[in-house]
């Protein structure tokens, strides 16, 4: 009984803890992509390349390769440049659109192989770390070690998340974002710019993967492939939202934080993105329309 | 009268071959409302279409004066030619309130306000649920939000597609009459697309007949008030089919 008790508070609390902590990065890359699938119908796969882009920028600026700024300079210098990557990268999948959904997210595997070829020719296949500038800090509550890392991630995902969700519910852009969303003819006939709102849409998923690979690169490593890999968990935690509920992927996004870790440390970290795999699919046949599907009832 | 809308040999492709409008002419009064009549698939929806600049089309259009084919949507809204479709198509995830902000987007936040205050006074049904989601809403519930929505933009043609399509008569009713009101209290001018020849005169100034993407006849209202003249309106323009 103790053995269980011991297990419980030394094992299971601190892994789903950190579980939480790296689910709130999966949400962050999760809400990106589903932001992008709902105002234009694409799974954007280049999200994960261009997020480890960003992350390399800022390391480039940081460490005197490309410039030698301070950590803020280069995450806002990184971040034009990823706004600007997203712009183009809309100019480009826009029309694709028109014709198929389809031709347009397998033109966005393009862009990501584009950027990761860039990546690479700019930075090398080298790895390299990024850290993030907090404080090194650590405490103990109840037994479970709380470091500043954590505190970092949980106030930037939590803030970010926040502001995304004000915008959304309670903003005009708001309005025109949900719209868009689920009738697009009926906010083309409005008079809306629909092209205006799919930029803020693509331009602010690209932020949040940028904020999400900046927070989880500290926890690894970083090389031309790692925030990709990052995003197949934030792509699972989409999948578990149903690909079309912002609030389904922030739940998604935490639940498989905490999965992943405990399979990890119970079962096998080696067939870790296998048991990613298989939570995707049975995602996929229990609830198919997203864990937040049932709430509410039929349309008439 | 001077024409608000005039629409010179407007013709509408679907794909390379297929021709849904060919060579309509007509134009809508300042404070009028013109309606098209014909059957399904007469090209009524696609004449509104392109109109509202959904649609590309062959031809001269021209609003208060100036050409306005070959703007966008956006472009034509700004002007106040306002598209209320077919099928209603209100955004059933947002609320109803949200659902008329959608509608006055670009209209500056007090005149919305009012205005939003002025449509939820003439659609008291939908008043009671404007903080509820707009899929909630019965289907005349949704024409009178749809219409709602289109006042938002402040227009001054007001393209009705079908606003009995699917309503019972009693609510089809409720929505002419207070169409009516609208239109006298607002002097807005509408063009309105029906396949339903005894409801249309309740409304319209003038209407045209549409068959196979032509229009074959320019009736008055008044000069079909007469039982038989309406008899032999119906039996030229629309067939048996339409006769109520």
Redesign the interface.
Known sequence: MNAVLDSLAFDLFPLVWSGIVTGCLYALGALGLVMIFKCSRVVNFSHGNVAGFAAFLVYGFTSGLLLAVSWGVAVLLAAVFIVAIAFLTYALISPLIQTSDLTATIATLGVGLIVQGATLLLFGADIVSLDLPVPRFATSVLGLRITGYDLTVLSVAVVTIGALFLVIDFTKLGIAFRAISSNAFAAEVCGLNLARVQVFAWSVAAGLGVIGALLIVPTTFLSATTVAAFMLQAFAAAVIGGFASLPGSLIGGILIGILMNLFTFYVSPEYASTFLLVVILAALNVFPNGILAPVRGSRV | MTDLLRIDHLSVFYGAAAQAVEDVSFSVPGNAVVALLGANGAGKSSIMKAV?G?IPGRGAITFDGARIDGTT??A???RGI????EGR??????TVR?NL???G??VPGPARRSRMEMVLDLFPEIAGKANGGA??L?GGEQQMLAIG?GLM?GPRLLLLDEPSLGLAPLLVRRVFDRLATIRAESGLAILLVEQNLAMTMRLADEIHFLRGGRLIGHKRTDELRDGAARQHAVDTFLGAAAAE
Do not use: H, I, N, Q
């Open positions: 509202a959904l949507t956006r034509r809204v700004a306002v598209y209320v479709p198509a209100v955004v059933g995830d947002l949200e902000v959608l509608g987007y670009t899929w909630r019965s929505r933009a």
